[in-house]
C-alpha cells in the first residue's frame, strides 16, 4: 500500500526548533515534487514549502527564512527543518507527494 508517514513533531516552546520527517513507501525519486502544508485548528490548510527533484524550492511567505525543506530520494524522505517557531506555526503538518498523495500528518504546537 503506498503511503506517506510523518514523524518529528511535538510540543516545542517559541524560539524553538523541531525537524519533520516524510517517509514515502514507494519510490520518490521520479516525483517531480513533493510538499509540506499544514492546518491550524479552525483554519484551512496552507501551503507551506515545495522542493522539486531539480533542487527548485520555494516557501510560503510565513516560514521564509525559518524553515528549510530538503528531500533524500535515497530514503524516499523529505524533510523540514523549522527554526525560530513562532505560536502561529502550532498546526498539523502534512507532506504531499504530487498533487494527490497526502500523509496523515504530525502536530506541532509551539507554546511556553
Known amino acids: 500500500q503506498e503511503q506517506l508517514v510523518e514523524s518529528g513533531g511535538g510540543l516545542v516552546q517559541p524560539g524553538g526548533s523541531l525537524r519533520l520527517s516524510c517517509e514515502a513507501s514507494?519510490?520518490?525519486?521520479?516525483?517531480?515534487?513533493m510538499y509540506w502544508f499544514r492546518q491550524a485548528p479552525g483554519k484551512m490548510r496552507e501551503y507551506v514549502a515545495t522542493?522539486?527533484?531539480?533542487?527548485?524550492?520555494k516557501y510560503a511567505d510565513s516560514v521564509k527564512g525559518r524553515f528549510t525543506i530538503s528531500r533524500d530520494n535515497a530514503k524516499n524522505t523529505i524533510y523540514l527543518q523549522m527554526n525560530s517557531l513562532k505560536p502561529e506555526d502550532t498546526a498539523v503538518y502534512y507532506c504531499?507527494?504530487?498533487?494527490?498523495?497526502w500523509g496523515k500528518g504530525t502536530l506541532v504546537t509551539v507554546s511556553p
Open positions: 514507494v519510490n520518490i525519486t521520479s516525483t517531480r515534487a
Open positions: 504531499r507527494m504530487g498533487l494527490l498523495m
Open positions: 522542493v522539486t527533484n531539480s533542487g527548485y524550492i
